[in-house]
């Protein structure tokens, strides 16, 4: 069961806006995200990973959620990530930064190109009750959808 809420960031309540965050997700970075198509309706890849929306992010934005775990348990996060090309321009990387209380538990391949929605993972093991999951974007412009976490 995946244990993120909104977990392919379809809700988004103020409508994808610019530096703002997907519904259940929090602020884990520099600011939020936008969410594509809303806030850039040309951007490039058009489509999603899963369902009608991503986020993107640029510079070293990030969302994140705590959720509640079992120490010692072990874990599986896994995310589709992308390069995007901005409405606005700006250098794209499809590098992303996957963190553990801050920690950094995985970072991303920076160059899977605008048309490619690529997938990774990394596994921890809880050591308390809840731990923050953060995105957060380790430079330039990029894409994330279809977040997951899942005890093993
Ligand atoms: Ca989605």
Redesign the pocket.
């Known amino acids: 069961m995946n244990l993120f809420l909104n977990p392919?960031?379809?809700q988004w309540a103020d409508g994808g806006a610019p530096n703002t965050e997907p519904d259940d997700w929090i602020n884990c970075g520099g600011l939020g995200l936008e969410a594509v198509p809303d806030a850039c309706p040309s951007a490039v890849p058009e489509t999603?990973?899963?369902?009608?929306?991503?986020?993107r992010g640029y510079g070293f934005e990030g969302i994140g959620q705590v959720v509640e775990t079992t120490p010692g348990q072990t874990y599986l996060v896994s995310l589709s990530y992308t390069e995007v090309v901005m409405c606005y321009g700006g250098a794209t990387s499809s590098a992303w930064d996957v963190r553990l209380d801050e920690e950094v538990l995985l970072t991303t391949a920076a160059d899977v190109g605008t048309d490619t929605w690529a997938v990774e993972t990394v596994e921890f093991t809880a050591t308390a009750a809840s731990h923050e999951i953060c995105f957060r974007k380790a430079g330039g412009a990029g894409g994330i959808?279809?977040l997951s976490i899942v005890a093993q």
């Open positions: 392919s960031l379809e999603a990973a899963d369902g009608a929306r991503y986020g959808d279809a």
